[in-house]
T-cell receptor, first 117, second 108 residues
Framework: GAVVSQHPSWVICKSGTSVKIECRSL??????MFWYRQFPKQSLMLMAT?????????EQGVEKDKFLINHASLTLSTLTVTSAHPEDSSFYIC?????????????FGPGTRLTVT | AQRVTQPEKLLSVFKGAPVELKCNYS??????LFWYVQYSRQRLQLLLR??SRESIKGFTADLNKGETSFHLKKPFAQEEDSAMYYC??????????FGAGTRLFVKA
């Protein structure tokens, strides 16, 4: 089956630094990937759509200069949280549509827990 | 507006009892709806999709366009069903909108 991985699974960084999170589709190609943010005991909030070879599409209210997305290949999208602050601490999840044409099923990564101190 | 509503944050039932997790949606187009499940310490995974009209792990969900609902049902809950359940709506370009989620707790 389709597998999506994320790295790292957790990261702690100091306020003001940047941190990069990777999302990989392991056994299929994904021209589109999605990045979500999940606060404790809350639902997933779509942050942006990552498009291979072009600019990401951000949801309303999401700062594109703060959350940099790069989708340089068909199997890798990265999310960089720039100048991180404690309020950026959250669980970040990526997903990709599966390889079956016409299927809207999303395959999710295990998530990355970011803690900004 | 595109929206998915799951009115219950927590649903607690006894083992063997029927369970229904409610989901209502708002979407101007033809809806593509899914139920995703997240077991403890695991990633989100697909449970079922409306278009396939399948039963997975004893769960079924019927799309009711008149009531704009896609409730998830199981006649006899099992302890291993305890998890977080998310109703999801697919909009244009594969974008998925999630409901707030319902935590199902099945008591022994």
């Amino acid at each position: 089956g389709a597998v999506v991985s994320q790295h790292p699974s957790w990261v702690i960084c100091k306020s003001g630094t940047s941190v990069k999170i990777e999302c990989r589709s392991l056994d299929f190609q994904a021209t589109t990937m999605f990045w979500y943010r999940q606060f404790p005991k809350q639902s997933l909030m779509l942050m942006a759509t990552s498009n291979e070879g072009s600019k990401a599409t951000y949801e309303q209210g999401v700062e594109k200069d703060k959350f940099l997305i790069n989708h340089a290949s068909l199997t890798l999208s990265t999310l960089t949280v720039t100048s991180a602050h404690p309020e950026d601490s959250s669980f970040y999840i990526c997903s990709a549509p599966g390889p079956v044409s016409g299927s809207y099923e999303q395959y999710f990564g295990p998530g990355t827990r970011l803690t900004v101190t | 507006a595109q929206r998915v509503t799951q009115p219950e944050k927590l649903l607690s039932v006894f083992k063997g009892a029927p369970v229904e997790l409610k989901c209502n949606y708002s979407y101007s187009g033809s809806p593509e709806l899914f139920w995703y499940v997240q077991y403890s310490r695991q990633r989100l995974q697909l449970l079922l999709r409306h278009i396939s009209r399948e039963s997975i792990k004893g769960f079924t969900a019927d799309l009711n366009k008149g009531e704009t609902s896609f409730h998830l049902k199981k006649p006899f809950a099992q302890e291993e069903d305890s998890a977080m359940y998310y109703c999801a709506l697919i909009t244009g370009g594969f974008k998925t909108i999630f409901g707030a989620g319902t935590r199902l707790f099945v008591k022994a």
